[in-house]
T-cell receptor
Framework: DAKTTQPNSMESNEEEPVHLPCNHS???????IHWYRQLPSQGPEYVIH???SNVNNRMASLAIAEDRKSSTLILHRATLRDAAVYYC???????????FGAGTQVVVTP | DAGVTQSPTHLIKTRGQHVTLRCSPI?????VSWYQQVLGQGPQFIFQ???????GRGNFPDRFSARQFPNYSSELNVNALLLGDSALYLC??????????FGQGTRLTVV
């Protein structure tokens, strides 16, 4: 599977938007882009996924670059509960084989 | 509905012993995957099972094995425990190629 690159950490103030970048320059045409997050002392939690088009759900938005070599997860109004490690993952054949990297630690300040 | 349940939540083992970890997937989910998460790192894929057959295996030694039962629950076995096997072991279930739902994990400490 292609690799992803994310910043180690990001800080945000509560109720402000958070833009989490992910670079995946070696992405293949069949790779889906997934985002999971892991709150302290919990298992990872699905956030969103996409292939080519931008996606929105109740948790976040996913903006995918036209060349698909990068994407951005957008948390529209950060809350303290959004403080977590966010993982950007590419998968092709099976979504049950997730290759996690180190992720981005998001810190939300009141 | 119950989520993915794992047992036990914590356990302590001695080097050289073996351990069995258990996972019950969400009802209707036929795919179960296992991950190891060492402190400070992201989870690392160990196994995936679908319909009782192994679908994938990560870069782990043969001391690690798993199986899936007819009711889709799963066991992860680790033999000849090493100190380095101390980690959080996570189980995830999914329908085929949909989002994965993770359990709270089993915290294994090897002393």
């Amino acid at each position: 599977d292609a690799k992803t690159t994310q910043p180690n950490s990001m800080e945000s103030n509560e109720e402000e938007p958070v833009h989490l970048p992910c670079n995946h320059s070696t992405i293949s045409g069949t790779d889906y882009i997934h985002w999971y997050r892991q709150l302290p002392s919990q298992g990872p939690e699905y956030v969103i996924h996409g292939l080519t088009s931008n996606v929105n759900n109740r948790m976040a938005s996913l903006a995918i670059a036209e060349d698909r070599k990068s994407s951005t997860l957008i948390l529209h109004r950060a809350t303290l509960r959004d403080a977590a490690v966010y993982y950007c993952i590419l998968t092709t054949d099976s979504w049950g084989k997730l290759q996690f990297g180190a992720g981005t630690q998001v810190v939300v300040t009141p | 509905d119950a989520g993915v349940t794992q047992s036990p939540t914590h356990l302590i083992k001695t080097r050289g012993q073996h351990v069995t970890l258990r996972c019950s997937p969400i009802s209707g989910h036929k795919s179960v995957s296992w991950y190891q998460q060492v402190l400070g790192q992201g989870p690392q894929f160990i196994f995936q099972y679908y319909e009782k057959e192994e679908r994938g295996r990560g870069n782990f030694p043969d001391r690690f094995s798993a199986r899936q039962f007819p009711n889709y629950s799963s066991e992860l076995n680790v033999n000849a425990l090493l100190l380095g096997d101390s980690a959080l072991y996570l189980c995830a279930s999914s329908l085929d190629n949909t989002e994965a739902f993770f359990g709270q994990g089993t915290r294994l400490t090897v002393v």
